[in-house]
């Protein structure tokens, strides 16, 4: 048994908890599998093609960012959203990372 980390969570996971917790979410879910490759949206388009209210599409945009899931772009008065592909990816590899030690 490994109790360096009975206590604590190591630093370079703490951003993993963030992305795991605003994931645990089925709404935040659906919403960060609403983005095509590549594609900027903005409340309104995601709250369009959703079962929720725009103000609740928009609390979930703001946990989904904070955890680090999405990036957000200010043009005029919209916010776009866009997924923030290195860091799920560089987040998922310390998983994979982990992972792999016990194979």
Do not use: C
């Amino acid at each position: 048994m490994n109790k360096n980390y009975s206590r604590a969570i190591p630093e370079p996971w703490r951003d993993i908890s963030a992305v795991f917790a605003a994931l645990g979410d089925e709404h935040r879910q659906r919403i960060l599998l609403s983005f095509e490759p590549g594609e900027r949206l903005n409340v309104g388009q995601i709250a369009e093609v959703s079962t929720l209210a725009r103000s609740t599409v928009s609390h979930h945009l703001k946990v989904l960012r904070e955890a680090g899931a999405l990036l957000a772009e200010r043009e005029g008065k919209e916010i776009y959203f866009r997924v923030n592909k290195a860091f799920l990816q560089d987040i998922f590899g310390k998983v994979t990372s982990y992972l792999d030690t016990f194979l």
